[in-house]
């Protein structure tokens, strides 16, 4: 059955059975999840609802890609941290809450009326801002450790010289909750220590290797890996 979902799609499925009004609307929320699936799959070779069920994507920011060729920088390994990871969350959330939306919907526009639309998409806009400030993406090349945030408004690529760091070290913010009430359930970061200062970067879509079940193909324990052959000195506070 959760394979017709996915093949077949929502249309074709409530046109063969005759459901009541509870069933109708799971197969409206189990269709959109696997139209959904067909074009993440279609758009980055992943099989959507074999995460649903427990098994690794293989999210990646081409975004990364291209602002790296514009530099004109050789990269050698690229370690995502896509904001596709928070926009996946809210999508299964919200095929989660179509049958309490579908239920209360009249007592919802009876006392919020338009204004429901309006908190709607304050709150989103608001954790898109956070979500995408907190997605860095890293890329190791011969010489430098690049950071780079291709989301709007915190575009940004900088540069760290192997020479110049001191030291990585690894951390997760468990203090951030503002970050938890928009859906960002990962706070993970990295601090380098340079000649220069400090700085921070977040990285909530990658996570530590969670046996075989991550959003990413590489995941922050390979990007330590990798920083450790370099001779990069690294410092591990993750769980």
């Given at each position: ?7 077949r ?75 596709l ?7 299964i ?23 429901f ?6 709150y ?26 291709p989301?709007f ?35 993970n ?51």
């Open positions: 059955m959760k394979k017709d979902f996915c093949d799609g929502i249309f074709s499925l409530l046109w063969e059975r005759k459901t009541t009004n509870y069933k109708y609307v799971q197969l409206i929320t189990n269709g959109y999840i696997g139209t959904f699936g067909n074009y993440i799959n279609m758009l980055y070779n992943i099989n959507f609802t074999q995460m649903l069920y427990g098994f690794s994507m293989n999210l990646k920011d081409r975004r990364v890609d291209k602002i790296l060729r514009n530099k004109e920088s050789q990269k050698n390994q690229i370690f995502y941290s896509p904001i990871t928070w926009v996946i969350f809210w999508f959330l919200f095929c989660i809450a179509i049958p309490i939306v579908f239920f209360s919907w009249q007592l919802i526009w009876h006392y919020l009326g338009y204004y639309f309006i908190i709607l998409g304050v989103f806009g608001i954790g898109y801002l956070i979500a995408s400030k907190l997605n860095n993406s890293f890329v190791l090349d011969e010489e430098n450790l690049i950071i780079v945030n989301n408004p915190w575009n940004k690529v900088q540069y760290f010289k192997f020479n110049d760091i001191l030291k990585i070290e690894f951390k997760e913010n468990k203090q951030y909750f503002l970050a938890i009430i928009f859906g960002i359930v990962e706070r970061y990295i601090e380098i220590f340079t000649k220069k200062g400090e700085f921070q970067f977040y990285c909530s879509g990658l996570s530590i290797d969670c046996f075989d079940e991550n959003w990413t193909e590489k995941t922050l324990d390979d990007f330590k890996l990798e920083l450790q052959k370099i001779g990069v000195k690294i410092e591990w506070y993750l769980d």
